[in-house]
Every structure is written in structure tokens, then in C-alpha cells.
């Protein structure tokens, strides 16, 4: 399986009040419908499927990100079979491939929204840490 790309339907931001001390931060990602491209796979050697996704990102009742849209995905022949029969119950492995996709997409733009929105971020920046060196320590003794 290979994936071809994303399209977003839905990309929303909201912030409902200011916020308060403590939020409970709350993420969710849905796979909706699946469904078979005829348009696409008519461009392409294998069949072409798109999922529906909702990618939720929920800040108790003062905020929530929302990315609604379907990834396309080229399948071999010999997964057909297993992706028509379990359209409402994809396995792990490509549930898997789907949200790792989903997530490197919308990761930058719902840190922008986030910052626009005054909201923490979903997840949490690097930071640096110096460790002292041998050497100030070494002066110090002396």
C-alpha cells in the first residue's frame, strides 16, 4: 500500500472563552467511511481508496482544533478483498499508516492555530538543557 496524498475538507479552530488555569487537553482521531476512488484509480496501476478521517484536538470546553478530510491510498490487488470486506474495521497496521500520515500534516498548522488562538500547544516544544562542564567545576576546586 502506498499513499498518494491528502485533502482536506475541514480545517477549524475555535476558542470558546478565555482560558483558565488547569486544561484538560483531549485528542481523537476517527476513521469514518472508506470508500473506493473510481476517478483516481482510473490514473493509477492499482485501485485508489480514500478514508475519511476526523483528527480532534479538544481543550476541556474553552477550545477545540479540528481537521476533517480523506487520505488516498493506492492498494494492491491482492489487499482489495480485505479492505472491501473490512471497510468498517481497518486493521491496525494501516489505521497505523493513516494517523502517522495525518499527524506529520496537520502538526504544523495546529501549532500555528494554536499560537493565533493564544492556546498551549498540543504537544510539548523541545527545550535545551546544558549540562554544566568539567572545567567550572574543576575551577571551583582550586
Do not use: C, W
Not at 473506493?36 to 484536538?57: A, C, E, G, M, T
Not at 506529520?104 to 549540562?131: A, C, D, M, N
Request: aromatic share 10%; hydrophobic share 35%; no cysteine.
Amino acid at each position: 500500500m502506498r499513499i498518494i496524498g491528502i485533502k482536506f475538507k475541514k480545517i477549524s479552530a475555535e476558542k470558546f472563552k478565555e482560558e483558565q488555569k488547569n486544561i484538560e487537553l483531549k485528542s481523537n482521531f476517527t476513521l469514518k467511511e472508506v470508500e473506493k476512488d473510481n476517478k483516481i484509480s482510473k490514473l493509477s496501476v492499482n485501485p485508489v481508496y480514500n478514508f475519511n478521517f476526523v483528527y480532534l484536538i479538544d481543550y476541556d470546553d474553552i477550545a477545540s482544533l479540528v481537521f476533517e478530510g480523506s487520505v488516498y491510498i493506492e492498494v494492491e490487488e491482492d489487499k482489495v478483498k480485505e479492505i472491501e470486506k473490512n471497510k468498517n474495521n481497518v486493521d491496525n497496521d494501516l489505521k497505523k499508516m493513516i494517523l502517522d500520515f495525518v499527524l506529520s500534516k496537520t502538526y504544523i498548522e495546529s501549532l500555528h492555530l494554536e499560537e493565533r488562538l493564544g492556546l498551549p500547544f498540543h504537544i510539548r516544544p523541545p527545550q535545551v538543557t546544558f549540562q554544566k562542564s568539567n572545567d567550572s567545576k574543576d575551577k571551583k576546586d582550586k
